[in-house]
């Protein structure tokens, strides 16, 4: 009789982006990676909402909130420890029966996304609107000895924040990122030709 494995995925439903093969995935509930096609529709962030703090990835993962986003009142924990980011995505379309997906990161290219994305949307912060954004390609970048990517976007239109989005406000989970909603899904708003 063969050998059987169960994979075990932990945490909230995630999606993550991979600087080596230029893609986005999700996360399945066997707990594996599969890719999707973020360039093929918008997605609802919920970046007035984004939540910063410290992002270790050594030996597991680990997650410390700066409260208020404030890192002085959050110390750095370890030498491991990095700058990064958590903030909810949303898409029917793209994220199936798991809407709403966190993205949590401290890659370089993905932190400059999001405080592009967070300085273009700011002047409509506290309308209850939430962008949705259509992804483009990864714009290569060097930084040091490495490389990374930063994904370009668009703010294609502002919907009504989604329920769901309240739904998933709860602290992160060590594996997940959410997406923000537009009305019961994003099947119902009018993303226009694109």
Known sequence: MPLNFVNSGGGSPFIRFSVEDNEW?????EGDLTPIDMLSTPVVIDIENIQQGWL??????????WPGNDVMKCPKPSDAHRQGISVQFYSTKLFGDESVRELCSSQVGILEFIKKLYNDAESEFGKGKVPAVKIGDATKIKIGKGNSRIPTFEIVKWVDRPDELDAGASVPSPAAETVPSAAASDDDVDFGEI
């Open 56 to 65: 270790a990835l050594q030996g597991g993962r680990d997650w410390v909130e």
């Open 25 to 29: 995935v999700r996360s399945t509930p």
